[in-house]
């Protein structure tokens, strides 16, 4: 927009830019010869094209470790459960004790010997998963 005191304010303006002039097009990929791919203007290889196959899908194996983890599982269980059965029961050869001594002391040797089985399943739970996570973490790579 001119200024009102501007004095090319009446002279005739294009309101286009110049057309190019007319013969060939410019260059770039009108200039390719037919059949040819077009130009590639970056350094090294040209880009792979979108439709690159993917590898094949990894072959997922047996679940061994999870079969042997759950036979562990299965076997802690069963073996807690027959420690807390095995504690009931009416109290024999319990030598001079009273019959509610020898039920407090089967109580509490009941309860030892569930806090052995309990202690002696997360430590074998631990060195099952311990070495699992570094297979898995070394696999990744």
């Known amino acids: ?33 037919p059949g040819q791919p077009p130009p590639y203007y970056g350094q090294g290889a040209p880009p792979q094209p979108y439709y690159q196959q993917q590898p094949p899908p990894r072959k997922r194996g047996k679940p061994v470790f999870l079969i042997v983890f759950l036979i562990v599982q299965a076997l802690f269980i069963a073996w807690l459960i027959a420690g807390i059965a095995g504690a009931s029961g009416t109290p024999e050869d319990c030598g001079g004790l009273t019959a509610e001594e020898c039920n407090a002391a089967e109580a509490v040797g009941t309860g030892i010997g569930v806090s052995l089985i309990l202690i002696l399943w997360v430590v074998v739970d631990m060195l099952l998963v311990i070495p699992w996570m570094v297979y898995r973490v070394t696999r990744r790579r």
């Open 1 to 33: 927009m001119t200024r009102p005191d501007d004095p090319r304010r009446d002279e005739p303006r294009d309101q286009y830019p110049p057309a190019p002039p007319a013969g060939e097009p410019p260059g770039g990929y009108y200039q390719q010869q």
